[in-house]
């Protein structure tokens, strides 16, 4: 009783202290963070919900909102694919080169996305480097389907190989040698014992990957067309909808897409946190 009676003054000093740096930290994310997000909800729902819903009825609003999905939960387990193994050769193996690969496949968080956009015209575009020889066997993936993934692709790789490098690199050696000893492989040993352990990794990668994925508009507008109903994904239908003059149509898709990034950062606090965190 003695100890709780002394803690309570510390406590309301420590509350009292942090009152002004805390207010000051409220009125810099006001208009930075937290009134643009409350604006987007504001002009979304200033006709009503009816007008909301109708909205994301449009056969474009819900083309645009599909296939902004479908690209990103593809670019999400594709990169988490790519991302698994680059973070296992890098972690596990030593090489010349090591360092300036290391460099290289970290790039696109450096590199502005419109310059993604321009460097994969010009290489798979129809003058690219490589596109001019397919143009002719009807293959340009430009303007398609498969030029937007390809831009996601290159956008997201890092992120993916970002949160399980450093995962593996803090991995003991014991387990794996364990494992050679009893006559694994590289692949069962890399199921078995390295696996499991990378599956918090995976699982906040692919979020995070998702959620840019979701996102992404520079480097898509150049390699999409931003064509309706082919390949317009959701960021371009708003930007298409605010040049337009349609601000409630274009914030009705931005809400949803909104919500869906609140969800999937609410998805990474909850399973993503330390266990300890997690059973309080």
Avoid: C
């Avoid at 979304?44 to 819903?53: D, E, I, N, T, Y």
């Avoid at 303007?143 to 991995?171: I, N, R, S």
């Amino acid at each position: 009783m003695r100890a709780v009676a002394l803690e309570t003054p510390r406590r309301r000093s420590e509350r009292s202290a942090a009152l002004i740096p805390v207010s000051m930290l409220v009125l810099v994310l006001l208009p930075l963070l937290l009134l643009p997000l409350a604006a987007v909800f504001i002009f979304a729902f200033r006709g009503g919900v009816s007008a909301f819903v109708n909205a994301l009825r449009t056969p474009d609003a819900q083309f645009a909102l599909r296939f902004s999905l479908l690209v990103a939960f593809a670019t999400a387990v594709i990169n988490a694919i790519l991302g698994t193994f680059a973070a296992y050769v890098l972690s596990k193996y030593r090489f010349p080169g090591e360092r300036p690969l290391g460099i290289v496949v970290n790039l696109p968080v450096a590199i502005p996305t419109v310059v993604v956009g321009t460097s994969l015209l010009l290489l798979w575009g129809p003058i690219g480097l490589l596109g001019r020889w397919l143009e002719p066997w009807g293959l340009q993936p430009m303007f398609t389907p498969v030029g937007v993934l390809l831009a996601h692709l290159f956008v997201t790789f890092p992120y993916m190989l970002g949160t399980l490098k450093p995962l593996l690199d803090e991995l003991e050696t014991t387990y794996e040698e364990a494992a050679y000893t009893i006559g694994a492989n590289r692949w069962q040993t890399f199921r078995y014992v390295l696996l499991p352990a990378l599956r918090g990794g995976l699982f906040t990668g692919a979020l995070l990957t998702f959620a840019h994925s979701l996102g992404e508009f520079g480097a898509t507008v150049l390699v999409s067309g931003n064509l309706r109903l082919r390949t317009q994904t959701a960021p371009l239908y708003i930007f298409a909808q605010f040049e337009a003059g349609n601000i409630a149509t274009a914030n009705a898709i931005a809400a949803v897409l909104a919500i869906l990034s609140f969800l999937i950062f609410f998805f990474l606090l909850r399973y993503t946190g330390k266990p300890n965190e997690r059973r309080h």
